[in-house]
């Protein structure tokens, strides 16, 4: 092969992953292109140059189904379980810091008793299911921070049962507290009257951190209650005067979400996006280099 005719493929194989990138490539047909390289052929290996081509044909056919399969496999996550693929990344400190409160006595992870004993709401059976994956009847540190996600995901599809959310949904979650239910519908239900994952997750994770430390759950967290909670007094205090930040009346479950969010608890998670168009670069980039093998 000809060193200018290498250096052209590279250019053509890099250039599709640029134009790609900026969503101008069309789809590549492969067959179409080995073909025309076939006429241009001089005479004489024509069977070498059958095989390459059979070769390269074949080798672009598995890579495009396999691009195909993963498009679709992703397409049907996304659209799967109102949104199911969707989410928020919670930074790992208050991960952290939730297991820690739910894992009250700080030994062996959190149990059964805790869990029944500080997470209360039509959440609670769905999530404690993904989360205690071992059945063991309790939850370890790597149990909690790997299933984390699929325990949200089990809850919301418990939870949310269409893509058009409704306040009247909201209202028939059971058992939820009344202020819990009036916190989702005026904070995470959004002015297009849909709770997505995304969201769904933001008032799972507050209202269960929130209800951890409301020891008499009347949907306020006062100076004394986080007195109680050293944990929780490290965190929001730990002087009464730092507490009074969320005012006289303490701590209500609106003011937890907007200072969750002033400390970037909730990060935004990619799903596709430009991580989805660099593999799919990488993918053209790769039928250009089977090409460029096949012309060598």
Not at 29 to 38: L, Q, Y
Not at 107 to 133: F, R
Not at 194 to 222: C, K, L, P, Q
């Amino acid at each position: 092969m000809h060193v200018a005719a290498t250096h052209a493929g590279a250019f053509v194989a890099l250039k599709a992953t640029e134009e790609h990138k900026k969503g101008k490539l069309e789809p590549v047909h492969v067959k179409s292109v080995a073909s025309k390289k076939k006429q241009e052929a001089p005479e004489g290996g024509e069977d070498a140059e059958e095989k390459a081509d059979d070769a390269a044909e074949k080798a672009a056919d598995e890579k495009e189904g396999v691009v195909k399969e993963g498009a679709e496999k992703e397409g049907a996550e996304k659209e799967g379980a109102a949104g199911a693929s969707e989410g928020v990344d919670i930074a790992p400190e208050w991960l952290d810091f939730l297991y820690e409160l739910l894992d009250a006595d700080g030994k062996d992870g959190i149990d059964k008793d805790e869990w029944a004993k500080l997470v209360k709401g039509q959440w609670a059976d769905p999530m404690w299911a993904a989360l205690d994956k071992s059945g063991d009847e309790k939850v370890d540190k790597e149990e909690w921070t790997t299933n984390w996600d699929p325990a949200v995901t089990a809850a919301f599809k418990k939870m949310i049962t269409s893509k058009d959310t409704s306040e009247k949904e909201i209202d028939a979650w059971s058992p939820a507290e009344e202020y819990e239910k009036a916190f989702a519908k005026k904070e995470l239900l959004g002015e297009d009257k849909v709770m997505d994952r995304s969201e769904f997750e933001e008032f799972i994770y507050t209202a269960m951190e929130f209800r951890a430390i409301d020891e008499n759950g009347d949907g306020t967290i006062s100076w004394e209650e986080l007195e109680k909670n050293a944990k929780a007094k490290a965190k929001f205090g730990p002087e009464k005067a730092d507490f009074a930040k969320f005012g006289k009346d303490g701590m209500q479950l609106d003011e937890l979400l907007k200072y969750l969010n002033t400390k970037q608890a909730f990060g935004s998670k990619v799903v596709g996006g430009e991580n989805g168009s660099e593999r799919a670069a990488l993918a053209y980039t790769a039928l250009a280099a089977i090409l460029l093998c096949a012309w060598q």
